[in-house]
């Protein structure tokens, strides 16, 4: 146990190693953050580290969820994305998906990891989370970079300024963006999230809600990354997005629910270990 824990923590300084060195958490183009709205256009490629999660149909490719580089051959996504049988591809360096913009990396996925607890039966029991291990690891460039991971346990402060990025519906059952979008969601504290006249139960530790009302994200963001920057100016994937309301996107003292990436650092550095 010892040295599997030592092995562990070696993996771990490694990887924040390869990850500053390589610049995480640092966009090429910075993204465009100085206005409140519900929802814009993002700037092209100002969340590098942002993929599209792409299934087969047939013979074609389709966009099915949001996904996180963080690590060169390592993507982040959510269990309810994933289901058994399916192929998927990732695609990096990606903003309109309905035009070939010559940033794009395609890589296959190789392996996917589901955490064990995931139950797609049972959502609010948590753990909506899956890495996806890319057959080859992409050329990192100002399109495409790795988001950094938060520290093991960290728990954002109470309207704390985080964004979202997808290609989800702009609305309840509106139209599917082609071009990638970004909405400011600010923390709501577990102990507000979790009140009977919010989420109430549903909603876990493991968890953070971010957004309500006006803002939250939407069907096909489901998997991307909760980005938030921290104090040494660098972006961490705090969330990956979870679930919404069943009712409508943007309902009231409901807000976007994500798996809270600090609460599962240790199971991530393990997949990476050993997989």
């Given at each position: 146990?010892?040295?599997?824990?030592?092995?562990?923590?070696?993996?771990?300084?490694?990887?924040?190693?390869?990850?500053?060195?390589?610049?995480?958490g640092?966009?090429?183009?910075?993204?465009?953050?100085?206005?409140?709205?519900?929802?814009?256009?993002?700037?092209?490629?100002?969340?590098?580290?942002?993929?599209?999660?792409?299934?087969?149909?047939?013979?074609?490719?389709?966009?099915?969820?949001?996904?996180?580089?963080?690590?060169?051959?390592?993507?982040?996504?959510?269990?309810?994305?994933?289901?058994?049988?399916?192929?998927?591809?990732?695609?990096?360096?990606?903003?309109?998906?309905?035009?070939?913009?010559?940033?794009?990396?395609?890589?296959?996925?190789?392996?996917?990891?589901?955490?064990?607890?995931w139950?797609?039966?049972?959502?609010?029991?948590?753990?909506?989370?899956?890495?996806?291990?890319?057959?080859?690891?992409?050329?990192?460039?100002?399109?495409?970079?790795?988001a950094?991971?938060?520290?093991?346990?960290?728990?954002?402060?109470?309207?704390?300024?985080?964004?979202?990025?997808?290609?989800?519906?702009?609305?309840?059952?509106?139209?599917?963006?082609?071009?990638?979008?970004?909405?400011?969601?600010?923390v709501?504290?577990?102990?507000?999230?979790?009140?009977?006249?919010?989420?109430?139960?549903?909603?876990?530790?493991?968890?953070?809600?971010?957004g309500?009302?006006?803002e939250?994200?939407?069907?096909?963001?489901?998997?991307?990354p909760?980005?938030?920057?921290?104090a040494?100016?660098?972006?961490?994937?705090?969330?990956?997005?979870?679930?919404v309301?069943?009712?409508?996107?943007?309902?009231?003292?409901?807000?976007?629910?994500?798996?809270?990436?600090?609460?599962?650092?240790?199971?991530?550095?393990?997949?990476?270990l050993?997989?």
């Amino acid at each position: 146990m010892q040295a599997e824990h030592t092995t562990r923590l070696g993996l771990m300084l490694l990887l924040a190693a390869a990850t500053i060195a390589h610049g995480c958490g640092v966009p090429g183009v910075q993204p465009n953050i100085n206005r409140v709205v519900n929802g814009e256009e993002a700037r092209p490629h100002s969340w590098p580290w942002q993929v599209s999660l792409q299934v087969k149909h047939g013979s074609r490719y389709h966009h099915t969820c949001g996904g996180t580089l963080i690590g060169p051959r390592w993507v982040l996504t959510a269990g309810h994305c994933i289901w058994p049988g399916d192929v998927y591809r990732v695609v990096l360096g990606e903003h309109d998906l309905s035009v070939h913009e010559a940033t794009e990396q395609t890589r296959d996925v190789m392996r996917i990891v589901v955490h064990p607890d995931w139950d797609l039966d049972f959502v609010a029991r948590g753990s909506d989370m899956a890495l996806l291990k890319l057959d080859k690891s992409p050329v990192l460039d100002a399109s495409v970079g790795p988001a950094c991971l938060p520290g093991a346990g960290e728990v954002l402060s109470h309207g704390a300024a985080c964004y979202l990025s997808g290609w989800g519906n702009l609305y309840t059952h509106g139209p599917i963006p082609d071009r990638l979008q970004q909405v400011l969601l600010p923390v709501v504290e577990h102990s507000v999230c979790s009140r009977s006249d919010w989420w109430g139960g549903t909603v876990k530790s493991t968890m953070i809600c971010a957004g309500g009302d006006a803002e939250s994200g939407c069907n096909g963001d489901s998997g991307g990354p909760l980005s938030c920057r921290g104090a040494d100016g660098r972006w961490a994937v705090h969330g990956v997005t979870s679930f919404v309301s069943p009712l409508v996107c943007n309902e009231e003292q409901k807000p976007t629910v994500f798996t809270r990436t600090s609460a599962f650092t240790d199971w991530i550095s393990d997949v990476m270990l050993h997989y």
